[in-house]
């Protein structure tokens, strides 16, 4: 009998590598450099990242929010660090649709 589980395609998160594969660490974002910005600081708390492809994936998809300048994504504490002029609710929202549940950290 075979006991190794497959992964449904489906199941998946968008633009993630290895699904149920196990974690590395990213780096953690320059908070320094981030908080000497005009803009505003967005914290996000992020379920779901369990790679640097997740992490890819992310940080890519809160660049792509208009009025985001910069975004940076920490896998070992889950926080997404965004910089810009957009409400972090929205952001929020474009995570869960790319299947990555996240809360504003305020």
Not at 2 to 30: E, F, L, M, V
Not at 66 to 80: C, F, K, N, R
Not at 85 to 92: E, G, R
């Amino acid at each position: 009998m075979n006991t190794h589980q497959t992964t449904n395609a489906n199941q998946r998160k968008s633009g993630c590598c290895c699904a149920g594969k196990s974690s590395i660490s990213s780096a953690a974002p320059d908070t320094n450099s981030v908080s000497r910005s005009s803009q505003p600081l967005h914290q996000l708390q992020v379920q779901g990242a369990t790679c640097g492809g997740c992490v890819k994936s992310i940080e890519h998809t809160l660049k792509s929010v208009s009025g985001v300048s910069e975004a940076s994504m920490d896998l070992a504490t889950g926080v997404a660090s965004v910089v810009g002029a957009v409400d972090a609710d929205h952001l929020v929202e474009v995570l869960q649709g790319v299947g990555f549940p996240a809360a504003v950290i305020r």
